[in-house]
């Protein structure tokens, strides 16, 4: 079965530290991998997605993901944690097939403490 | 550009009634997916529309139904609510369905059932 697994309930990060949320996939294929944000009483607001290419994504606020087809992992990560990056955070998976549909993870509360 | 719209922003019903949730995509996406979201379940997959089809469906019951008319507007209705209806609906346009295509999502449909 495809699916997407995001390891970590709630990580806990300083202001200025490095963040990392951690995401691994099980699909056939070769995926297209995305992340996303939800802050309280909003939508779902898209970070990033790796199609092919440079393993080493960049998206928005200062976010990258690493995509280690390996590992079949696709970890968020963020150089100097912000207070305002405490928000829910989703991994998605779509497998290469274009009927398919995307799988989203059980998301991780980030939480950023001054 | 403006961005994906939901209306109502808010509901509350009563068990047994029904519920129609509109969509209106951004402007010249053709595809529109629906996602429930509830604290237990997380982020559940409902169904995925392109070009008033439905290409792809989740695991929920006949009572969820949905639709997409000629100018990609959506639709999705629940009849005979259930108290295990109560959830934030979100929806979800892109501009093909499939592939690495990035979802926009709108800031969801809160349904209350009592």
Known sequence: AQSVAQPEDQVNVAEGNPLTVKCTYSVSGNPYLFWYVQYPNRGLQFLLKYITGDNLVKGSYGFEAEFNKS???????KPSALVSDSALYFCAVRPYSSASKIIFGSGTRLSIRP | KAGVTQTPR???KTRGQQVTLSCSPI?????????QQTPGQGLQFLFEYFSETQRNKGNFPGRFSGRQFSNSRSEMNVSTLELGDSALYLCASSLIAGGGDTQYFGPGTRLTVL
């Open chain 1, 71 to 77: 590992q079949t992992s696709f970890h968020l990560k």
């Open chain 2, 10 to 12: 808010y509901l509350i």
């Open chain 2, 27 to 35: 402007s010249g996406h053709r595809s529109v997916s629906w996602y």
